[in-house]
């Protein structure tokens, strides 16, 4: 054996294993629960919006990062995968293929690529994706599919409001709030995902299944769905408790909408969330209490998209201002 | 004391990662090398200035001979590991990778002749006679430094600064880097000796108080260190839980006492001294039995290594000995490490010779050796997750890319231990503490002219 041929490199001379394609396919495990009872809920139309967001976001991120970034694509990092598979989560499952394609194209295009691909954008690109559909295509985006009977039929599913639209809609013909929590689906349909929606905003139990995997996994701290969904739970909490005619229970809030699929698998997206354990408290409390000012005091029925986003437009800030506990160094000194 | 009774068991809060930690030679006994037909010796094995030859060309010197003087305070006396004659003093490449002034013996052909008054019995000495100043001096004589791997000179850690009072002793028993069992087979075989040792560094500082820290993957050395000290007055014995960089002196202090050495200071600031178990052995010898530093254990070993052992060698051995006491070297080694695999160096040659901070030799295969493809930043948070600095990596490397060095300095880049935890647990497989070593090394410059 000849030493010419020894390697040289500075310590640490062995690495952990971690990978982005590890971690990134552990988000896309993390997401199959939500995934398969979208499929089992909504039939062929979820599978088709799932196919078509995943195939067309990879597509696009392939090309773009070939012939604009001028780089050697790394779609087999699952990026663009997961950016593809949260895009169809939040958008109806009866959406037709071309708003899909146009919202893959922001979210990858507009949302990741324009700023220089993987780890440099500051917004999420999925809801990049999903807002600029619902600006653009208000009324195909929120006309939400009823569950099916027959998982495989395919078009003219009826289609209904969401719980969160349902609720919003009743308040503001003045209909007290007891009288319209008799119309939409108990507990139990809400946390197994027996409901209209989204895609995957469906079963609270399946997120809550994925989620687990995520923090067992080590791919996610809990700071910030804890955070996050702490501060919607007391925040409507308290807004019950003033008012229950007006005001929806926190358990519903909780179980209904995007709140959970946002505060798991959205909020926490690495790239567009803070860097320190402090900041990600202080963001999630932000994106939930921007939420819950939206759903009960805006226009729209939901807002955990505008909510992240709008956090999302801090974190270059808090990861200025908030460091870390530095080792021996004194609070103030 | 049973496995089961490990309890109380500390480690430090912040930060940290759980490497694999391949202990393959934690039951080989240490074993004896005979010494070499020539060493060569540096003159830097040491933080600080390099020694000062004292030795002519073809003298014939004695084991244990002063060879070379330190040169100032912060450096440390050399002395002859074989005896022969001086052949010459000529630049050899050490564990850095350059090439350095060593001093090269060639063994005599009479057999081995060591200096007066060193005794090399195997009686245990424990009545402490020397007083303070005298236990230091004789430290500084016998050329110690620190075995762990840092190699800083033990008496000048041992010469308290005025203004300041160290309370406790803390005895680095942790060997937190995977691999290394150099010092967990010493406290086996030798930890008689170390409490010794660790009483006459007691003395030397003026303290009643001394902790022995052990990690928890190490119950035997936990249970025999426990046995030994329990009827010692002030030395116990603290288990600690497994977390590298746990040896780091800094998250050792954090884990043992909760003290915090302040940002920029050293661990006497806050009343503590940290001295590692080989060290405390090396003190026993130097002062009990007047024999000065001239061999150490060095653990050699690796997934691919025939027999991965622990040897007693003389320092200034080629690597490339002890790797065929090993077995060999193994087909499709890729990378030969001196130290461990977080922060040890890699060699660009076998001829590199035993130094006194040598406490491991880690043959690497090829498929290990090669770093991955550098990906783009994910801003997964695991590098500020894993320092136990509290520092950003992630930001180190940024700004230090961009050369902002003045933003590095005010982000506490001088504060890193470079555990290497960042780099370790990277997805995107970024080399955050070259970068930082390379931003440290630009502030300590900047510093350096600012204060100038």
């Not at chain 1, 919003?168 to 929590?181: A, F, N, Q, Y």
């Not at chain 2, 025999?224 to 010692?232: D, G, I, V, W, Y």
């Not at chain 2, 070993?301 to 007693?312: I, R």
């Not at chain 2, 970024?430 to 630009?442: A, F, H, S």
Request: proline residues 6%; neutral net charge.
């Amino acid at each position: 054996m000849s030493t010419q041929f020894l390697t040289i490199s500075p310590s640490p001379h062995i690495h952990s294993g971690e990978s982005v394609n590890k971690l990134m396919y552990g988000v896309l495990i993390a997401l199959a629960p939500a995934l398969a009872v979208s499929f089992y809920v909504f039939g062929l139309g979820a599978v088709i919006v799932t196919l078509i967001a995943v195939l067309s976001c990879v597509f696009f991120e392939y090309i773009l990062t070939k012939y604009l970034l001028h780089r050697e694509p790394a779609i087999t990092d699952g990026s663009a995968v997961i950016t593809g598979v949260l895009l169809a989560f939040n958008v109806p499952s009866n959406l037709p293929w071309w708003i899909i394609i146009i919202g893959s194209l922001v979210a990858i295009g507009v949302g990741k690529i324009s700023f220089g691909g993987l780890g440099n954008n500051p917004f999420n690109p999925a809801l990049v994706g999903r807002v600029f559909l619902l600006i653009s295509f208000p009324v195909q985006m929120t006309s939400w599919p009823l569950p099916l009977e027959n998982a495989w039929q395919l078009a003219d599913a009826a289609t209904g409001a969401t719980p969160l639209g349902l609720i919003k809609e009743g308040l503001s013909t003045g209909k007290p709030l007891s009288d319209l929590m008799q119309e939409v689906p108990s507990y139990v349909s809400l946390l197994l995902g027996n409901v209209g929606g989204s895609v995957g905003e469906v079963s609270a139990l399946a997120l809550i299944i994925g989620v687990i995997y995520m923090l067992w996994k080590k791919i996610i701290t809990w700071h910030i769905p804890v955070a996050m969904l702490g501060t919607a739970f007391i925040f409507t909490g308290g807004l019950w408790l003033i008012n229950p005619e007006k005001f929806a229970d926190p358990v519903f809030h909780l179980l209904t909408g995007g709140l959970l699929l946002g505060a798991f698998f959205m909020a926490t997206d690495y790239v567009t969330s803070p860097m320190t354990t402090k900041a990600m408290l202080i963001f999630g409390a932000g994106v939930g209490f921007i939420t819950i000012v939206i759903r009960e005091f805006g226009s729209y029925p939901e807002g955990v998209s505008f909510a992240i986003l709008i956090m999302n437009g801090f974190v270059p800030l808090m990861n200025k201002y908030i460091k870390p506990k530095r080792f021996g160094v004194k609070k103030n000194g | 004391m049973s496995l089961l009774t490990i309890n109380n068991v500390k480690t430090f809060p912040k930060g940290g990662i759980h490497p694999a930690d391949h202990k393959l030679s934690a039951g080989v006994p240490i074993k004896k090398l005979d010494p070499p037909a020539q060493v060569a010796i540096p003159l830097s094995q040491h933080i600080g200035a390099p020694a000062t030859p004292v030795v002519e060309k073809r003298e014939k010197v004695k084991v244990g001979q002063l060879i070379a003087k330190g040169n100032g305070f912060v450096s440390a006396n050399i002395h002859a590991t074989i005896s022969g004659i001086v052949t010459k003093v000529d630049k050899v490449i050490d564990s850095t990778g350059y090439k350095r002034d060593a001093i090269i013996i060639k063994a005599g052909r009479e057999g081995e002749e060591w200096a007066d008054g060193i005794d090399l019995s195997d009686d245990l000495i424990t009545e402490i006679t020397l007083e303070r100043e005298d236990i230091i001096k004789k430290i500084a004589d016998a050329g110690i430094v620190g075995m762990g791997g840092a190699t800083f000179p033990s008496h000048v850690k041992l010469s308290v600064p005025k203004g300041r009072t160290a309370e406790y002793l803390i005895i680095n028993g942790v060997e937190c880097e995977p691999y290394l069992t150099a010092d967990h087979r010493l406290m086996l075989e030798k930890g008689a000796e170390i409490i010794v040792g660790a009483r006459l560094l007691m003395r030397a500082l003026g303290v009643e108080k001394a902790i022995i820290g052990i990690e928890k993957n190490k119950p035997d050395a936990i249970e025999k260190m426990a046995e030994l000290t329990a009827n010692e007055k002030g030395i116990t014995v603290q288990p600690l839980k497994v977390q590298y960089p746990q040896g780091g002196e800094k998250q050792l202090i954090k884990a043992v006492l909760n003290r915090e050495v302040p940002s920029g200071g050293l661990p006497i600031d806050v009343g503590v001294v940290v001295h590692n178990v080989g060290t405390a052995f090396a003190v026993y010898e130097a002062v009990q039995k007047n024999k000065p530093l001239v061999e150490r254990v060095v653990t050699v070993t690796g997934k691919d290594v025939k027999n991965p052992s622990n040897f007693l060698v003389r320092i200034g051995t080629p690597v490339m000995q002890l790797i065929d006491a090993a077995g060999g070297i193994p087909e499709h080694t890729g990378k030969v490490v001196s130290g461990g695999p977080m922060m040890g160096k890699a060699l660009n040659s076998l001829d590199v010779p035993v130094a006194k901070g040598t406490s491991g030799i880690l043959l690497i295969p090829n498929e290990e050796a090669k770093r991955g493809e550098i990906k783009p930043c994910i801003r997964c948070t695991k590098c500020v997750q894993v320092c136990p600095m509290g520092l950003e990596p992630y930001l180190l490397m940024t700004l230090t890319q961009k050369e902002m060095y003045e933003e590095v300095e005010k982000e506490k880049t001088m504060d890193c231990i470079e555990c290497g935890s960042c780099s370790f647990i990277c997805p995107s497989d970024r080399p955050l503490l070259d970068y930082i070593r390379l931003g440290k090394r630009t502030v300590a410059s900047l510093i350096r002219e600012r204060n100038n």
